[in-house]
């Protein structure tokens, strides 16, 4: 079954302790994004990759570090986690060539404390 | 800031069909219309897309008009399982990184 698989689905942590969030697709998809989402703001893009060892910042890439060594893989890590960092996450991959059909994964749902 | 207006929320009638407008005044020549879904915090769902004639698949039928300053995603049949938040996107199709811009989207309630 073609998916986007998100991990954890959901983290409890304290300010500061570094973490990282795992995404993974089965699609051979070369575009993934993750995004975060909060009441009133909509989706709001982090940061993006086109493709193995290309990444780049979206909207609001502060606090946050991707890396993308495989294709299928693409973890979102927080180095030192803040409390404004509480939020709903969402990795989407797709592929080149259709970039606005997007596949979403299940979602994080982070509290920093 | 979304392209699109919405209305904020809709009700409809299980089995009915469901139909949820979307404007898009400013839409530019080679802007699609994107269709996607959001069940109470789940990870949004793709529906369908369009440039200027209607669409049709499994899930629903994507209706532009002519000068395709408007659309209306018709779900024909809807089922409670339909409950969601329905976004109305537009963007090129084949640019570069493509953040998808969410707007506030339409909340559909299907009642038994």
Redesign the interface.
Known sequence: EAQVTQNPRYLITVTGKKLTVTCSQNMNHEYMSWYRQDPGLGLRQIYYSMNVEVTDKGDVPEGYKVSRKEKRNFPLILESPSPNQTSLYFCASTRQGAKNIQYFGAGTRLSVL | D?KTTQPPSMDCAEGRAANLPCNHSTISGNE?V?WYRQIH??????II?GLKNNETNEMASLIITEDRKSSTLILPHATLRDTAVYYC?V?P????????????GTRLSVIA
Do not use: E, R
């Open positions: 979304a699609y994107y915090s789940q990870g949004p769902q793709y897309h996107i963007s199709h084949h640019s570069g990184n493509t953040p998808l811009v969410f707007g506030k």
